[in-house]
């Protein structure tokens, strides 16, 4: 963990940087050694490959018609983006230009767009996701101390509010409202503050530091206020200020850590969430019977006090969108080039900032109308908050006017919630290392629900506490008696809202009943869980058409045909048997647009796409994509050129699950030349069994193509069969992580692996059965051996060669690309052909 770092990242830190110029550390890119990332344009395959002539191309059906020079393996023809090109703009700083560029890009269409991402590297220390988990730890926890500074001040006042009435002669339900003003304003702050904080432009601190800090000054101004009206208003003013951080405060989880080890996260800022109204009145029970009620607010003011300056100093910003448009706004004043924009200023186009903002503030409302299960749950919650709260109030009557109690001894009692939620995180973190742990890494995200289980046991008993401490609060039983309830009701409540803080999360669940319907779900900018359970069947969606095109490998019925796409036959096969006359389905070339914050899941075995793929293209900025137990199949199998099923270029935070793709004319998965971040596929299935084939003989040769510009490849659990070759082929500057994936029924004169230059792969546990040659060409980074323990903390697992080649590496300076977070293997692949693919989760 570096402290500059994290103090140059702090708002101390920024404020300055910005005013004062003091740079206390460089950012990665500000460093000598820093290069953008620039996509690479591969060197056209000669025209006899080592074992047969089949490379009609590598990558994406889009790009110019009229590029005769186009590289026979190159994605696709992308503009000149060097700093310092032949682009020339007036304003050198860059800003003025985004919304410009931007709006050039939506004007090209299906055309790259004139500008160039700037995005993460794999191992960049500037992206959260790859702080230490200490740094990790630390920044965390001071979210959780914010968490509890503002909860317990909700509470710390209740020991006062017999004060209030003997003083100013109010009622006891008058002096509640020092209580339910708090808790109202807590209720409504964040929905203004926490939809800012999802701004790229805004990010987390900016609303953390601001409302923070006017809830210290509220709470230094309460502390002097002479009437009870004032002492309302100041703490409704209180809690609208205080309240972003317990929404956001998940969020900043999500920034930091993956998407298996978010429960834990949120499962500890849960138990602050409860410790915090408990303590209240504890840390205040005996001084303000001492002394006066002013103690409420002076012991708010110095925990949070603390905070703030812990917080002003050493809390850097978590907010990936905002720090890369940061890194973007530093590159173009550095290198001149105002065509360098982040994924959110290329994403947002020419939208300005008043339609962004209105946008984020309405996002909460349409989710909690559209949505009626998080509606539900968003009311579900409400009435847990109420009941917790009421024991505030109660809490007097029972243990003072039953028991006798003193106002601190009183208090004291509230270390039974403190008891309970204990235990409630102790159950609920166990069943989330043996359950929902190995779920999410064996079978990946999986349906929502079923992430709220716990949450059905705990809704049945947290009654049963409630109704243990009713009817055990009498003279004649012991107060141990309610004090139990109470810890119960406690337990089990946070187990509920655990659940539903790490569960579905905030997306609109939608299910498609039409083509049209579900291209516009996928497309349009609403986050979305997108639920298939039909057949999508878009293979006569928008007719055919008729081109030439040339059969380089036969002219017998089992073989490929190409189509002459980009005048690949007049360029590249020029003495290749033309055919005069192709006519296929124009569905299939040009694949479904997928929009950020998509989750597409298919239920059982119903969810397929039939005559079409995905495209997840850099053209739309896109992020945060789940695509699980979908079944891609029958787009032009006929003809190379006729279509992929998954296209990745420029994306990022791609997860492909238990996916199973089939009878595809061109690539079943492919990666463009574009930087795609992270991306993971897992437990899929790759089916090559085909009629028609570039060898002739039912075995498919264009299967996963990795081309990335530093992309991050988890590629695990998946199963590869009847296939001839690419599985994968990987190239550019990819770093890949092939683990227990297994091989089998492999053409015996075709192959598994390419990798060509650039290439970085780590390969464990997987299994290869009978596959005559594992890897063909070898030109990048391979490693295979078993001592991993300096990168990945452990050891990696041997792979199983059964009846099999050669598939060796020793190339050890892989391992400088990973690290401990790196994906764990099993020992053993066997099982990978019955899990993997659709109707296995």
């Not at 409630?424 to 929902?436: A, D, H, K, R």
């Not at 190995?438 to 506490?465: D, H, N, Q």
């Not at 139990?484 to 299910?511: D, H, N, P, Q």
């Amino acid at each position: 963990m570096s402290i500059k770092e994290i103090l140059r990242d702090a708002p101390a830190g920024q404020l300055a940087r910005t005013y004062l110029g003091w740079k206390i550390t460089p950012y990665e890119d500000e460093k000598d050694n820093y290069q953008l990332p620039q996509p690479e344009k591969q060197e056209a395959v000669p025209q006899a490959e080592a074992q047969r002539n089949v490379d009609p191309d590598d990558g994406s059906d889009e790009g110019s018609s009229d590029d005769k020079d186009k590289e026979k393996d190159l994605e696709s023809i992308v503009p000149n983006t060097e700093p310092g090109g032949s682009r020339s703009h007036a304003d050198h700083s860059g800003d003025r230009d985004i919304e410009r560029v931007a709006t050039e890009k939506d004007h090209h269409g299906g055309q790259q767009p004139d500008f160039q991402e700037v995005g993460f590297t794999p191992m960049d220390r500037d992206n959260p996701q790859n702080w230490s988990a200490t740094k990790k730890a630390f920044v965390f926890f001071q979210i959780c101390l914010l968490t509890f500074s503002i909860y317990s001040a909700s509470a710390i006042i209740t020991p006062a509010e017999g004060i209030f009435v003997q003083q100013w002669g109010t009622t006891e339900e008058v002096s509640a409202m020092v209580l339910s003003m708090y808790v109202l304003g807590y209720g409504t702050g964040p929905l203004i503050f926490s939809p800012l904080s999802e701004m790229p432009m805004v990010g987390r601190n900016v609303p953390y530091m601001i409302s923070f800090a006017i809830f210290i000054i509220m709470t230094a101004i309460g502390s002097g206020v002479s009437n009870f009206p004032g002492i309302v208003v100041i703490r409704f003013i209180q809690g609208f200020f205080g309240g972003p951080v317990l929404s956001t405060g998940a969020a900043s989880a999500g920034d930091i850590y993956p998407f298996n080890k978010m429960p834990y996260a949120l499962s500890f800022w849960a138990f602050f969430a409860y410790a915090g109204p408990a303590l209240g009145p504890v840390m205040s029970g005996f001084a303000i019977p001492l002394n006066n009620w002013r103690w409420g607010f002076w012991e708010t003011l110095i925990l949070s006090g603390f905070t703030f300056l812990l917080l002003f100093f050493f809390l850097p910003e978590t907010n990936a969108d905002y720090i890369l448009a940061q890194r973007a706004k530093r590159l173009r004043k550095k290198t001149g080039d105002s065509n360098l924009l982040s994924r959110s200023e290329s994403r947002s186009g020419n939208k300005n900032w008043v339609k962004l903002t209105v946008y984020h503030l309405t996002m909460p409302f349409r989710i909690t109308v559209l949505d009626p299960s998080v509606g539900f749950i968003n009311l579900y919650t409400a009435l847990v908050y109420g009941v917790y709260y009421s024991f505030f109030e109660s809490f007097p009557i029972v243990y003072m006017g039953t028991y006798g109690f003193s106002i601190g001894i009183m208090g004291a009692v509230f270390i039974c919630v403190i008891i309970g939620a204990g235990i409630g995180l102790i159950t609920y973190t166990l069943l989330v290392y043996f359950i929902y742990e190995p779920y999410t890494m064996s079978k990946g995200i999986g349906s929502p629900e079923f992430r709220l289980v716990p949450g059905l046991f705990s809704a049945a008993l947290a009654p049963a506490g409630m109704f243990i401490f009713g009817y055990a609060s009498k003279r004649d039983i012991t107060w141990v008696a309610p004090t139990i309830g109470i810890a119960l009701y406690a337990g089990t409540s946070f187990i509920g809202f655990a659940s539903g803080v790490t569960g579905g999360g905030s997306a609109a669940a939608v299910t498609p009943t039409s083509t049209d319907e579900l291209v516009s779900y996928l497309g349009d900018s609403e986050a979305r869980v997108i639920v298939l359970n039909q057949e999508f069947d878009f293979t006569d969606s928008e007719g055919t058409t008729t081109s030439s095109g040339c059969s380089p490998w036969g002219t017998g019925s089992q073989c490929q045909i190409a189509i002459n796409q980009n005048d690949w036959c007049t360029n590249y096969e020029p003495d290749a048997p033309t055919v005069s006359s192709i006519t296929y389905n124009k569905a299939g070339v040009e694949g479904i647009t997928v929009a950020s914050d998509k989750t597409i899941i298919g239920e059982g075995s119903k969810g397929v796409i039939k005559g079409k793929g995905y495209s997840v293209c850099m053209a739309n900025g896109v992020s945060n994509i789940i695509i699980q137990n979908i079944h891609v199949t029958e787009i032009n199998p006929e003809y190379v050129w006729g279509g992929d099923g998954i296209t990745i270029d420029g994306a990022d935070m791609i997860w492909i699950d238990h996916v199973k793709t089939s009878l595809i004319g061109r690539q079943h998965i492919v990666l463009g030349t574009e930087s795609s971040g992270k991306v993971t596929i897992s437990n899929s299935e790759i089916d090559g069994t085909t009629s028609w084939s570039a060898q002739c003989n039912a075995y498919h040769y264009w299967s996963v193509l990795f081309l990335g510009s530093d992309d991050q490849v988890t590629f695990k659990g998946n199963y590869i069969h009847n296939t001839s070759g690419r599985g994968p082929k990987v190239g550019g500057k990819t770093v890949l992580h092939a683990v227990n994936n297994y091989w089998g029924d492999i053409d015996t004169t075709g192959h598994a692996f390419e990798i060509d230059s650039g290439a970085y792969i780590l390969a464990e546990g997987n299994t290869f059965d009978s596959v005559t040659t594992p890897v063909s060409t070898q030109e990048g980074k391979l490693y295979t051996g078993t001592d991993c323990s300096s990168a990945l903390g452990r050891a990696c697992i041997e792979n199983t060669l059964t009846g099999s080649g050669d598939f060796t590496g020793s190339d050890s300076d892989v391992l400088s690309s990973f690290s401990s977070s790196a994906a764990a293997a099993d020992k053993d692949a066997s099982g990978v052909p019955t899990s993997a693919g659709i109707g296995k989760i």
